[in-house]
């Protein structure tokens, strides 16, 4: 499922299986990244942030190269390319390897 090209979202736009999104939203809760070893033994570093606009909150999940440091609450963020998912219930913005994630 892809929204119009080009087209920025609303939290509440967003679900489950959708790519190609482009949204700005405001970090509600921020915390520092963590270690993490995949299933291949490989590591890596991400970073969970609760972000929020004025339609709802979702998680945003960003790894290794496409963390943005430094982020403390209230910082804007603009997603572009980025892709839903639902791990555990709880539905997730993910940056992947071509998506671009940045403080605006």
């Known amino acids: 499922m892809k929204p119009a090209k080009g087209w920025l979202l609303n939290i509440s736009d967003l679900k489950p299986g959708m790519s190609h999104v482009n949204i700005t939203v405001k970090v509600l809760n921020a915390s520092d990244s963590k270690q993490v070893v995949k299933s291949a033994g490989v590591d890596h570093e991400i970073l969970e942030l609760e ?54």
Request: glycine share 12%; hydrophobic share 40%; net charge positive.
């Open 51 to 104: 972000m929020g606009d004025m339609s709802g909150s979702i998680k945003l999940v960003l790894w290794d190269e496409k963390i943005i440091s430094n982020l403390k609450t209230g910082d804007k963020i603009k997603i572009e390319n980025g892709f839903v998912t639902s791990f555990k219930g709880v539905w997730r913005i993910n940056v992947g390897r071509y998506g671009e994630a940045k403080k605006v």
